[in-house]
């Protein structure tokens, strides 16, 4: 039913899209001199810092070679070479589609990696679905939530820009797998290009629809044939899924600050499709994705907590990159219930009104509004206009941060981290975070204590819930402090590489300080744990006020 | 037979403020259909006057010039007939005492429309109605915005400035409004010229470290929209908030004062709320402290010091 989506067409029009691209890029080109120059130069400096293999030198000395002779050309070869390179890229970037790989793995991919199978043996193995085991064992440690029905329909009537949080590397694995498991058509990406080079994941990224983003290169050129890629295909009504944070959160916080690059193609496609003559409505689907423990939270930690700067941009080598470590993962995945959590928010129209399940667009007050009327000028006529556009996506930013708050599923790791934290915050009160950090091994914290702490913030978060602020699960609701700190502790344990937190005769070691404020981070910007992770020239999430007279009003420091 | 025009301005709000934007639009040779809740004859036959919301959103650029007390109610009613073609600029001056929403974020809530700005700056009713030269400045960040205000108010006597920090602009025009105060209870106090100018200059500075912790961009406080704004209370005896100050300088206890100020003045509850907006992000407002003060009964000779004391 389904397999009415385009991208089940994707491989027979790739051609097509490339060369609307291509075309597109080159006749938007006002200056090719300064396109190639920029391209030029800044690959050029990339290309000489970087550990250089055969390949990177000849890239290198072609890049040389270009910049000389540029002076030299007319126009015309200018205009030709510009072309030439952005064909070389538009290829580059368009990915594959293989609806086989795609049924087979997004039904059987986690089983398939927990039976340790190497990647060469799985491309083997996809060609023959019937030898993989059925995945649904999966399905109850893996949880989709949300507005599922009314998104499924929504599909049929417009094209779907999925923009979750982004944690992992399994994020883009993971989703895939919520969508085919709600039933909803599977979704284009634009996936980091070191996740093809990765070992592990590699085999998923070819085969899933992902197109290739190299970070690594910063020209204008090439981000424009990345945009315009993705305009192509919501024009084209390609669902598409993108990580507005850009990188995964090195913190574990949730995003409050966006890239918003290619989410502002979608207003362009749009406006695009009015032009031709055949609208179709784009919408954005905010969503969460939440797990108990996150792969890489070690490498993403350590990186948050080098030195200002020095963090890294990419990051190559991280546990996703390591079987052993996906293997083990995977294994602790299919261990506990509930945990990975993906939940889908309430779509919302490119300007930031909310969209029923037919795609009509309703603002604030619930008065239907027709979404074409954001894009026309003076005389009523739809115009591409990227300045304009620019101010609708930052706008939209900052209600699709908001749906992240709302939709962020608490879990029992998160609580028991937060609750951890603070008494590490308590044992050196005056301390900066380093400071805090630095106590590993150090507080124990008596069982019934930790419980108590545990079950005073779980209450809060009820709370918080309750008023559409956050998302608490049905364990977490009722579970007793007891359970749920036993709960945390199995999850860490087995998997993390030291203990994060031990069990001790006279209580609850808290070992691993950095992991502990990896997972309490995830609830810094509810203002339910320790701040210190706003983006810069944010200020801080202050505790929300609840109604119960054990609130902290007396800070508030009100007028006399 | 003449058939009208379809409007190119719609102004809502049959005030003083209101009247004069409608003027000064109808200078520049636009259309302009006025909402006022009273049907009242205009002196200017030209000036299409109406009760109708619907009437007024014919036009694409609608203008709201009503008190913000009554901001979110107009604006609800006024929904209903937007869609997102309009551009919708306000002037009003305020910041909603609960969350310091500003007025744009209240159109945000109430209507559909999206391409929204700010109107700001030193400009004065009485100069708009009469054509005397001033200055208004258009906070948007969409370009069709600025242009279609300075298209539909920018004449000989009014020069239009444009900027793209709106939240800037709404903050700096509610934080003037609150400065304005001190403006005349310093005057009344016996402050000369040179301290004055000392104390407007520390406040302003003040305002603008409290705009940027607000997100708002700092240099909008030291342009036309904050420091020209604060300006011009030197000079206006009759602005509400200079009339309130004044009267407290006198020793002239709060609610009669208020009346003396005839019209309502948004800035009474909003100083205090920006005390505690200023605690909580850890910005040093001694000037916004001392007005609270002033507000609550303080002494003047007191208060003066006081407002000159505090660090660097």
Same mark, same amino acid.
């Given at each position: 039913?389904?397999?009415?989506?385009?991208?089940?067409g994707?491989?027979?029009?790739?051609?097509?899209?490339?060369?609307s691209?291509?075309?597109?890029?080159?006749?938007?080109?006002?200056?090719?001199?300064l396109?190639?120059?920029?391209?030029?130069?800044?690959?050029?400096?990339?290309?000489?810092? +970087?550990?250089?293999?055969?390949?990177?030198?000849?890239?290198?000395? #072609?890049?040389?070679?270009?910049?000389?002779?540029?002076?030299?050309?007319?126009?015309?070869?200018?205009?030709?070479?510009?072309?030439?390179?952005v064909?070389?890229?538009?290829?580059?970037?368009a990915?594959?589609?293989?609806?086989r790989?795609?049924?087979?793995?997004?039904?059987?991919?986690?089983?398939?990696?927990?039976?340790?199978?190497?990647?060469?043996?799985?491309?083997?193995?996809?060609?023959?679905?019937?030898?993989?085991v059925?995945?649904s064992?999966?399905?109850?440690?893996?949880?989709?939530?949300?507005?599922?029905?009314?998104?499924?329909?929504?599909?049929?009537?417009?094209?779907?820009v999925?923009?979750?949080?982004?944690?992992?590397?399994?994020?883009?694995?993971?989703?895939?797998?919520?969508?085919?498991?709600?039933?909803?058509?599977?979704a284009?990406?634009?996936?980091?290009?070191?996740?093809?080079t990765?070992?592990?994941?590699?085999?998923?990224?070819?085969?899933?629809?992902?197109?290739?983003?190299?970070r690594?290169?910063?020209?204008?050129?090439?981000?424009?044939?990345?945009?315009?890629?993705?305009c192509?295909?919501?024009?084209?009504?390609?669902?598409?899924?993108?990580?507005?944070?850009?990188?995964?959160?090195?913190?574990?916080?949730?995003?409050?600050?966006?890239?918003?690059?290619?989410?502002?193609?979608?207003?362009?496609?749009?406006?695009?499709?009015?032009?031709?003559?055949?609208?179709?409505?784009?919408?954005?689907v905010?969503?969460?994705i939440?797990?108990?423990?996150?792969?890489?939270?070690?490498?993403?930690?350590?990186?948050?907590?080098?030195?200002?700067g020095?963090?890294?941009?990419?990051? #190559?080598?991280?546990?996703?990159?390591?079987?052993?470590?996906?293997?083990?993962?995977?294994?602790?995945?299919?261990?506990?219930?509930?945990?990975?959590v993906?939940?889908?928010?309430?779509?919302?129209d490119?300007?930031?009104?909310?969209?029923?399940?037919?795609?009509?667009?309703?603002?604030r007050?619930?008065?239907?509004?027709?979404?074409?009327?954001y894009?026309?000028d003076?005389?009523?006529?739809v115009?591409?206009?990227?300045?304009?556009?620019?101010q609708?996506?930052?706008?939209?930013g900052? #209600?699709?941060?908001?749906?992240?708050?709302r939709?962020?599923?608490?879990?029992?790791?998160?609580?028991?981290?937060?609750a951890?934290?603070?008494?590490?915050?308590?044992?050196?009160?005056?301390?900066?975070?380093?400071?805090?950090?630095?106590?590993?091994d150090?507080?124990?914290?008596p069982?019934?204590?930790?419980?108590?702490?545990?079950?005073?913030?779980?209450?809060?978060?009820?709370?918080?819930?309750?008023?559409?602020?956050?998302?608490?699960?049905?364990?977490?609701?009722?579970a007793?402090?007891?359970?749920i700190?036993?709960?945390?502790?199995?999850?860490?344990?087995?998997y993390?590489? +030291?203990?994060?937190?031990?069990?001790?005769?006279?209580?609850?070691?808290?070992?691993?300080?950095?992991?502990?404020?990896?997972?309490?981070?995830?609830?810094?910007?509810?203002g339910?744990?320790?701040?210190?992770?706003?983006?810069p020239?944010?200020?801080?999430?202050?505790?929300?006020?609840?109604?119960?007279?054990?609130?902290?009003?007396?800070?508030?420091?009100?007028? +006399? | 037979?003449?058939?009208?025009?379809?409007?190119?301005?719609?102004?809502?709000?049959?005030?003083?403020?209101?009247?004069?934007?409608?003027?000064?639009?109808?200078?520049?040779?636009?259309?302009? =259909?006025?909402?006022?809740?009273?049907?009242?004859?205009?002196?200017?036959?030209?000036?299409?006057?109406?009760?109708?919301?619907?009437?007024? &959103?014919k036009?694409?650029?609608v203008?709201?010039?009503?008190?913000?007390s009554?901001?979110?109610?107009?604006?609800?009613?006024l929904?209903?007939?937007?869609?997102?073609?309009?551009?919708?600029?306000?002037?009003?001056?305020?910041?909603?005492?609960?969350?310091l929403?500003?007025?744009?974020?209240?159109?945000?809530e109430?209507?559909?429309?999206?391409?929204?700005?700010?109107?700001g700056?030193? =400009?004065q009713?009485?100069?708009?109605?009469?054509?005397?030269?001033?200055?208004?400045?258009?906070?948007?960040?969409?370009?069709?915005?600025?242009? &279609? =205000?300075?298209?539909?108010?920018?004449?000989?006597?009014?020069?239009?400035?444009?900027?793209?920090?709106?939240?800037?602009?709404?903050?700096?025009?509610?934080?003037?409004?609150?400065?304005?105060?001190?403006?005349?209870?310093?005057?009344?106090?016996?402050?000369?010229?040179?301290?004055?100018?000392?104390?407007?200059s520390?406040a302003?500075?003040?305002?603008?470290?409290?705009?940027?912790?607000?997100?708002?961009?700092?240099?909008?406080?030291?342009?036309? /929209?904050?420091?020209?704004?604060?300006?011009?209370?030197?000079?206006?005896?009759?602005?509400?908030?200079?009339?309130?100050?004044?009267a407290?300088?006198?020793?002239?206890?709060?609610?009669?004062?208020?009346?003396?100020?005839?019209?309502?003045?948004?800035?009474?509850?909003?100083?205090?709320?920006?005390?505690?907006?200023?605690?909580?992000?850890?910005v040093?407002?001694?000037?916004?402290r001392?007005?609270s003060?002033?507000?609550?009964? /303080?002494?003047?000779?007191?208060?003066?010091?006081?407002m000159?004391? /505090?660090?660097s």
């Amino acid at each position: 039913m389904k397999d009415d989506a385009p991208i089940f067409g994707f491989n027979a029009a790739r051609e097509d899209i490339v060369r609307s691209v291509v075309s597109r890029v080159v006749l938007s080109a006002k200056d090719p001199l300064l396109a190639l120059n920029d391209a030029a130069y800044h690959e050029t400096k990339r290309l000489e810092a +970087s550990k250089r293999g055969p390949e990177e030198q000849k890239e290198l000395a #072609e890049w040389q070679k270009l910049a000389r002779s540029l002076g030299r050309m007319g126009d015309g070869e200018r205009r030709e070479k510009l072309a030439s390179l952005v064909e070389h890229m538009g290829w580059d970037v368009a990915g594959n589609f293989d609806p086989r790989v795609f049924k087979v793995s997004s039904k059987l991919l986690p089983p398939v990696v927990t039976s340790l199978l190497a990647p060469r043996t799985l491309v083997r193995l996809a060609r023959d679905p019937k030898r993989l085991v059925s995945l649904s064992a999966l399905d109850d440690k893996v949880r989709v939530e949300g507005p599922v029905e009314e998104l499924r329909e929504l599909s049929r009537h417009g094209t779907a820009v999925y923009v979750p949080t982004h944690l992992s590397n399994m994020d883009s694995i993971v989703f895939g797998y919520a969508l085919e498991r709600a039933g909803l058509p599977p979704a284009t990406y634009g996936a980091g290009k070191n996740l093809f080079t990765n070992p592990v994941l590699s085999f998923f990224m070819h085969n899933l629809g992902a197109y290739r983003v190299d970070r690594r290169i910063r020209h204008n050129l090439y981000k424009d044939v990345l945009k315009t890629y993705s305009c192509v295909l919501l024009e084209r009504g390609y669902h598409s899924l993108f990580f507005p944070g850009g990188t995964r959160s090195r913190s574990g916080g949730v995003e409050r600050r966006l890239k918003l690059g290619l989410m502002g193609t979608a207003i362009e496609a749009y406006a695009r499709t009015l032009i031709a003559n055949r609208e179709r409505r784009v919408y954005f689907v905010p969503a969460t994705i939440n797990y108990l423990i996150t792969l890489e939270a070690e490498t993403l930690i350590a990186d948050f907590l080098a030195e200002a700067g020095k963090g890294r941009f990419i990051i #190559e080598d991280d546990e996703s990159s390591r079987l052993g470590r996906v293997t083990s993962f995977m294994r602790k995945m299919f261990d506990m219930q509930g945990a990975v959590v993906i939940r889908f928010g309430k779509p919302i129209d490119p300007f930031g009104n909310v969209v029923d399940e037919r795609c009509r667009s309703f603002d604030r007050r619930g008065r239907e509004v027709d979404p074409s009327s954001y894009v026309k000028d003076d005389g009523g006529r739809v115009t591409l206009d990227p300045v304009r556009d620019a101010q609708y996506t930052r706008e939209l930013g900052d #209600e699709i941060c908001k749906a992240y708050l709302r939709e962020t599923v608490v879990l029992e790791t998160h609580v028991v981290a937060a609750a951890s934290f603070e008494r590490l915050r308590r044992a050196s009160p005056a301390g900066d975070l380093f400071t805090v950090l630095r106590q590993r091994d150090v507080v124990v914290v008596p069982r019934d204590d930790l419980a108590r702490d545990v079950v005073k913030l779980r209450d809060r978060l009820v709370e918080l819930a309750d008023r559409g602020e956050i998302v608490v699960g049905g364990f977490l609701r009722t579970a007793s402090g007891g359970d749920i700190v036993e709960r945390a502790l199995r999850a860490f344990a087995g998997y993390h590489a +030291s203990p994060v937190l031990a069990s001790r005769p006279d209580g609850i070691a808290i070992a691993d300080t950095n992991l502990l404020f990896y997972y309490q981070n995830r609830l810094a910007a509810h203002g339910m744990a320790w701040d210190v992770i706003a983006p810069p020239g944010m200020a801080p999430a202050r505790p929300p006020v609840f109604a119960k007279p054990a609130s902290p009003e007396a800070t508030q420091g009100g007028l +006399s | 037979m003449t058939e009208r025009e379809a409007p190119s301005v719609g102004v809502v709000g049959g005030g003083p403020w209101g009247r004069a934007l409608a003027t000064a639009a109808r200078r520049t040779g636009a259309e302009v =259909v006025l909402h006022s809740r009273r049907d009242q004859a205009d002196s200017d036959p030209g000036l299409h006057v109406t009760v109708d919301y619907a009437e007024v &959103a014919k036009a694409r650029l609608v203008v709201i010039a009503v008190p913000s007390s009554v901001a979110r109610s107009v604006l609800r009613a006024l929904g209903d007939h937007l869609g997102g073609q309009h551009l919708v600029v306000h002037g009003v001056r305020g910041l909603g005492v609960d969350e310091l929403t500003t007025v744009s974020d209240l159109v945000r809530e109430e209507t559909p429309a999206r391409r929204l700005g700010a109107l700001g700056g030193p =400009v004065q009713a009485g100069e708009l109605i009469e054509g005397r030269p001033s200055a208004m400045v258009i906070g948007s960040r969409f370009p069709e915005v600025l242009t &279609a =205000v300075t298209r539909a108010f920018q004449s000989p006597s009014l020069k239009v400035y444009g900027t793209n920090d709106l939240r800037g602009l709404e903050w700096a025009s509610a934080l003037v409004g609150c400065l304005s105060i001190g403006v005349g209870y310093a005057e009344e106090a016996g402050a000369g010229p040179g301290l004055l100018a000392a104390l407007i200059s520390r406040a302003v500075d003040e305002a603008a470290r409290l705009m940027a912790a607000a997100g708002c961009e700092e240099r909008t406080m030291f342009g036309l /929209g904050g420091y020209g704004d604060l300006l011009a209370s030197i000079a206006l005896e009759d602005r509400p908030e200079v009339v309130l100050g004044k009267a407290l300088a006198r020793k002239v206890p709060l609610d009669q004062a208020i009346a003396m100020a005839k019209l309502r003045v948004e800035a009474i509850p909003l100083i205090p709320r920006i005390v505690r907006f200023a605690d909580e992000r850890r910005v040093e407002a001694n000037t916004f402290r001392t007005l609270s003060e002033i507000l609550a009964g /303080g002494r003047p000779q007191a208060m003066l010091d006081r407002m000159f004391a /505090g660090s660097s």
